[in-house]
C-alpha cells in the first residue's frame, strides 16, 4: 500500500473498519449508531463521550465503560478525521459522518 510523506497510508484500512463495526455489534447489541465527541456535555473539559441508537433512533444506555472504550477505539480506527467535531459511526454500513451532516439530512 502507498504511504504519503506523512507516513500515514495512503487509502483507509478498510478491513479494520468493518472489524470494528462487528466488534462493537457484538459488545453493544442491538446498537445501529455511535456518536462520539470530545466534548462531554457533563465535564467541563474536554473528554470523550458517546450516545449509542439502535435502529429506531432510542438511546440505548450501555455502561459508561463500554460507551468510552466504543469511543476510544473508533478514535484509533478513523485518526484522520476531524475530532473537533461530533461523527456518527453507523454499524450496518460502517461510514463515519461528521454529526453536522447527519442532522442536516446529508449523511445517516
Given at each position: 500500500m502507498l504511504a504519503m510523506s506523512i507516513g500515514t497510508l495512503a487509502c483507509p484500512d478498510t478491513g479494520r473498519q468493518h472489524r470494528l463495526a462487528v466488534q462493537l455489534a457484538d459488545m453493544i447489541p442491538g446498537?445501529?449508531?455511535?456518536?462520539?465527541?470530545?466534548?462531554?456535555?457533563?465535564?467541563?473539559?474536554?473528554?470523550?463521550h458517546a450516545i449509542v441508537k439502535d435502529e429506531a433512533g432510542k438511546v440505548m444506555e450501555p455502561?459508561?465503560?463500554?460507551?468510552?472504550?466504543?469511543?476510544?477505539?473508533?478514535?484509533?480506527?478513523?485518526?484522520?478525521?476531524?475530532?473537533?467535531?461530533?461523527?456518527?459511526?453507523?454499524?450496518?454500513?460502517?461510514?463515519?459522518?461528521?454529526?453536522?451532516?447527519?442532522?442536516?439530512?446529508r449523511g445517516l
Amino acid at each position: 500500500m502507498l504511504a504519503m510523506s506523512i507516513g500515514t497510508l495512503a487509502c483507509p484500512d478498510t478491513g479494520r473498519q468493518h472489524r470494528l463495526a462487528v466488534q462493537l455489534a457484538d459488545m453493544i447489541p442491538g446498537a445501529a449508531t455511535i456518536r462520539v465527541s470530545l466534548n462531554d456535555p457533563r465535564q467541563r473539559w474536554p473528554h470523550l463521550h458517546a450516545i449509542v441508537k439502535d435502529e429506531a433512533g432510542k438511546v440505548m444506555e450501555p455502561s459508561r465503560t463500554t460507551l468510552r472504550v466504543a469511543a476510544r477505539w473508533i478514535l484509533r480506527v478513523w485518526p484522520e478525521a476531524d475530532w473537533a467535531q461530533p461523527h456518527v459511526l453507523d454499524l450496518a454500513d460502517v461510514t463515519l459522518i461528521r454529526s453536522d451532516l447527519v442532522a442536516a439530512g446529508r449523511g445517516l
